[in-house]
């Protein structure tokens, strides 16, 4: 696996495709912020990389956990209103 101009070999994981698949990800983001920011060095591109990648992560994490609490919140409201039925 290529990622940042170097080969990388990958131990454990039994799945290369799954693996390519994440570097291309990775590969992907770093090309849009290259054309996005001026970036000097690969250092600053992999710490940006990793802080978009990361944020996006945070969100989806924040999203999920929200929608968990709603789902929960509407779970017990339904329990009750079958407790008062029954």
């Given at each position: ?12 994981h ?16 770093a090309d ?7 970036v000097v ?26 929608t ?9 409201r ?9």
């Amino acid at each position: 696996m290529r990622l940042f101009g170097r080969e990388y070999s990958i131990r454990g994981h039994g799945n290369k495709k799954y693996v390519q698949k994440l570097a291309d990800f990775i590969m992907d983001r770093a090309d849009v912020i290259r054309q996005q920011a001026t970036v000097v060095s690969t250092v600053d591109l992999v710490i940006l990389t990793l802080l978009n990648i990361t944020d996006e992560l945070f969100q989806s994490k924040q999203v999920k956990d929200k929608t968990l609490k709603e789902l929960e919140e509407k779970t017990d409201r339904l329990l009750k209103a079958i407790d008062r039925v029954v």
